[in-house]
């Protein structure tokens, strides 16, 4: 993972089948025929799509939207309500906790197991730690996960929104007391998010090996293009508890980000997709990231979103340098200072 491109071809799609971290597969499953990639999480055999999906509707729709993206390629799903349905073999299963308080163990424990009943499994593939506790030692932190993997409630356990350090410390109190460590990071990436995945979390895998899944390419859904004219009623930025988001596209950078916005729809358009498409494959491009995350609360929006799979090809590192110059946020690292 995190390999350089050395051709104008499309960085995911240039590298040789067994190469380290990468697995192409084409899947034709469905009467849809979408194609469909893999790649290993980290440095685990687990073979995940590179989309993955988080319905964001009610149980109906959402066991409609899990079974659509199943026939359709995709095999991890990051959501407490998944059902299984007799394909646990063919699934990798996600699931978030956050705890806190004095007795870690027996809270990450008991909100493990309300997890797994709900899921109605056995165990989860990956168990993430939804944020640090600032008020719980990494140690007992570390322990805990430990802990539930070795009760098998969980194969793998991982980190989610934490920074580098926090990772970084997690490893290394799971080396000194013969603990097993995090195997990779669930961060926010998209196009006016480059940072952490970009520089820090590269690093982070040369180092100590955790990989990296993602989520939000659609920026809350700013690079929808909904939101090109302000904010629509019934929009995710004009519902209650939003506010933040509301405030964040009507701002002088919220604005500068749709201008930004509308050039790349150009791209998009010469490429033969959408906008979402496009920022969703444009997720895809980064070798280091394991598989993109998708919210989708309707049949449609996830097809459109399952769709960008097949714009991949299309994504050229001319393609890239022009998002990128349209963008003006690329990150770079000590490597690309020295050099």
Aim: hydrophobic fraction near 35%; include cysteine; glycine fraction near 6%.
């Amino acid at each position: 993972m995190y390999p350089e491109s050395t051709t104008d071809s499309p960085a995911r799609l240039s590298r040789q089948t067994g190469s380290p971290g990468m697995i192409y597969n084409a899947r034709y499953g469905s009467p849809k025929r979408q194609l469909q990639f893999y790649s290993d999480l980290s440095t685990t055999s687990l073979p995940l799509s590179f989309l993955s999906l988080a319905p964001l509707s009610g149980q109906q729709m959402a066991e409609q939207l899990l079974c659509l993206a199943y026939e359709n390629g995709i095999n991890l799903f990051d959501t407490a309500e998944v059902y299984a349905a007799g394909k646990r073999s063919s699934l990798v299963i996600t699931t978030k906790i956050f705890w806190g308080g004095k007795y870690v163990v027996s809270s990450l424990v008991v909100c493990l197991k309300a997890s797994l009943e709900r899921l109605q499994l056995e165990y989860v593939d990956v168990v993430f730690a939804n944020r640090p506790d600032p008020n719980t030692p990494m140690e007992e932190t570390v322990r805990a996960m430990t802990h539930v993997i070795n009760q098998g409630m969980a194969m793998y356990w991982g980190t989610s929104r934490w920074s580098p350090m926090e990772i970084m410390e997690a490893y290394s109190v799971a080396r000194q007391f013969n603990q097993i460590p995090p195997i990779c990071e669930q961060a926010e990436y998209h196009m006016f998010q480059r940072e952490k995945v970009e520089v820090q979390l590269p690093e982070l895998f040369h180092k100590i090996g955790v990989g990296a899944m993602t989520w939000s390419p659609l920026a809350c859904g700013i690079i929808s293009g909904k939101y090109d004219s302000g904010v629509p009623p019934y929009s995710r930025a004009s519902l209650k508890g939003y506010q933040w988001l509301k405030d964040k596209i009507l701002s002088e950078e919220g604005r500068r980000q749709q201008a930004k916005l509308k050039e790349l729809q150009a791209i998009a358009e010469r490429l033969g997709c959408t906008l979402p498409q496009l920022a969703i494959v444009w997720c895809l491009r980064n070798e280091g990231v394991s598989s993109v995350l998708l919210g989708a609360s309707s049949t449609d929006q996830l097809m459109e979103n399952i769709g960008a799979i097949q714009v991949l090809p299309k994504l050229s590192s001319s393609i890239t340098h022009e998002v990128d110059s349209i963008l003006g946020n690329k990150p770079y690292s000590k490597k690309d200072y020295r050099s």
